[in-house]
């Protein structure tokens, strides 16, 4: 499965992104999750959602202000970031993973996404 991130851009704080993540072909047998990397910094688990999307799951620090969906019709995932704040700032990384455990964990994860830059201002 091969991914591809966009929607990422500049945005002042408070304001909002969409991110979108395209799948080359059909991925509704793959968890898909979120990850961002900020300078010197880990990858960290931002957002995941299952098979069907029935089952979300995020990360304390963005937990009421960003939503992840799918469309396994259109292969896409999505990630709706409000309320951003300068600490969002990061590259943005969506990946599929086959088997959906530990999800948090970005090892878990088979395929990934360039990433797409986020770059919020104070």
């Known amino acids: 499965v091969q991914l591809v991130e966009s929607g990422g851009g500049l945005v002042q704080t408070g304001g909002s992104l969409r991110l979108s993540c395209a799948a080359s072909?059909?991925?509704?047998?793959?968890?898909m999750g979120w990850f961002r990397q900020a300078p010197g910094k880990e990858r960290e688990f931002v957002a995941a959602?299952?098979?069907?999307?029935?089952?979300?799951y995020y990360a304390d620090a963005v937990k009421g202000r960003f939503t992840i969906s799918r469309d396994n019709v259109k292969n896409a995932v999505h990630l709706q970031m409000n309320s951003l704040k300068p600490e969002d700032t990061a590259v943005y990384y969506c990946?599929?993973?086959?088997?959906?455990?530990?999800?948090?964990?970005?090892?878990?994860?088979?395929?990934w996404g360039q990433g797409t830059q986020v770059t919020v201002s104070s």
């Open positions: 990946a599929a993973d086959r088997f959906g455990n530990t999800i948090k964990s970005p090892d878990n994860y088979d395929y």
């Open positions: 072909h059909s991925f509704s047998s793959y968890f």
């Open positions: 959602a299952s098979w069907r999307g029935d089952m979300t």
